[in-house]
């Protein structure tokens, strides 16, 4: 595992308009990398990440949706994006300024660096 480039991935997201926290989580919870401009307790919301994507696999599971790509919640006071690797998800989380479309192309286009840096 690279965690250099981990670590640059994840100044470049917290670079896009909005976003205040974004977190490598494993697949158990363990937060591998983080950053954020809130006062969060990160080993909770890298529970919290771990059992939203089970729940989420589940049930894309029970319909046939296939392979889990992302999740995407939208809220009245911001945004949680989480994009799937194989055994990490990236979590990125932003207030109600943030362009959703621009956190989405943000993770299509470092997604591949995280996987890359994790191999």
Same mark, same amino acid.
């Given at each position: 595992?690279?965690?250099?480039?981990?670590?640059?991935?994840? #100044?470049?997201?917290?670079?896009?308009?909005?976003?205040?926290?974004?977190?490598?989580?494993?697949? #158990?919870?363990?937060?591998?990398?983080?950053?954020?401009?809130?006062?969060?307790?990160?080993?909770? &919301?890298?529970?919290?990440?771990?059992?939203?994507?089970?729940?989420?696999?589940?049930?894309?599971?029970?319909?046939?949706?296939?392979?889990?790509?992302?999740?995407?919640?939208?809220?009245?006071?911001?945004?949680?994006?989480?994009?799937?690797?194989?055994?990490?998800?990236?979590?990125?989380?932003? #207030?109600?300024?943030?362009?959703?479309?621009?956190?989405?192309?943000?993770?299509?286009?470092? &997604?591949? #660096?995280?996987?890359?840096?994790?191999?």
């Amino acid at each position: 595992m690279d965690n250099k480039s981990i670590i640059l991935v994840v #100044d470049e997201l917290m670079k896009v308009k909005g976003v205040t926290t974004v977190a490598l989580v494993g697949r #158990d919870g363990v937060v591998i990398e983080s950053k954020s401009n809130s006062n969060i307790d990160m080993d909770a &919301l890298g529970a919290m990440v771990a059992t939203a994507i089970g729940n989420s696999e589940t049930l894309t599971a029970a319909f046939g949706f296939g392979e889990f790509n992302m999740l995407l919640s939208e809220y009245a006071n911001g945004k949680i994006l989480m994009a799937t690797t194989v055994d990490h998800v990236l979590a990125i989380f932003a #207030d109600e300024t943030a362009v959703i479309g621009n956190v989405r192309y943000s993770v299509k286009v470092h &997604l591949s #660096d995280v996987i890359s840096a994790l191999q």
